[in-house]
């Protein structure tokens, strides 16, 4: 914060916390408490992060907007989950855009859905009625094929010695890298096609 305005809040709430002085500036520094950090508190919102960034991730592989309210089913909760959905569910449909939360039994067939992992615990977006199936497959493909053509480019490139014995080391370790990156992204798009051609 600016000084000036730290130093005008430190003098309306100094007094109020039993502080005295003529400024904060010659107030000493705060010295934690580690008996106050409460670190089941800290966990519990490291899996609440963990849970709404499988969610947002889930909107955008499928390309679903955020503004769509959108069902979740959860598998394999245990105890701690069960917990922390109790105290977080209404936060959790708020945050996360949610229609519902349900649970789904370990053994029961999931609808076809996309899936997030939190620890052992699935996180489900059934698909059916969220996107349209055409337009999507349409998209992946012109993704896949706007891949494929940078993946032969770069692998063409990579497979020139003249460029491989030229060119300085980390230039090439970074084209591999990219190559990597791509083939991975690819093969994630071709997965994702899949799914949504069975649907």
């Known amino acids: 914060m600016m000084p000036y305005i730290t130093e005008e809040i430190w003098q309306k ?22 008996h106050k950090i409460d670190s089941q508190a800290s966990s519990d919102i490291e899996w609440l992060k963990g849970v709404m960034l499988a969610i947002r991730n889930i909107r955008g592989e499928m390309n679903i907007g955020p503004g769509k309210a959108i069902s979740v089913l ?9 917990r922390r959905l109790k105290a977080t569910e209404s936060l959790l449909i708020k945050l ?23 620890g052992a615990m699935e996180i ?28 032969e480019r770069l692998a063409g490139k990579l497979s020139n010695e003249g460029f491989v014995s030229k060119a300085p ?21 071709s997965e994702q096609k899949a799914s949504i051609e069975a649907m």
Do not use: F
């Open 13 to 34: 709430v100094g007094p109020l916390a039993g502080k005295t002085g003529d400024t904060l500036m010659l107030q000493p520094y705060p010295i934690a408490e580690p």
């Open 74 to 82: 959860l598998r394999n909760t245990d105890a701690e989950d069960e």
């Open 96 to 118: 996360a855009k949610l229609d519902s939360i349900e649970r789904l039994a370990t053994d029961a067939d999931a609808p076809m859905s996309a899936t997030g992992l939190v």
């Open 124 to 151: 489900l977006v059934p698909m059916a009625g969220l996107i349209d199936k055409d337009a999507e497959l349409a998209r992946l493909n012109k993704e896949v094929d706007k891949l494929n053509k940078e993946i």
């Open 169 to 189: 080391a980390e230039v090439v370790a970074k084209e591999k890298d990219k190559l990597a990156d791509m083939q991975a992204a690819c093969s994630r798009l």
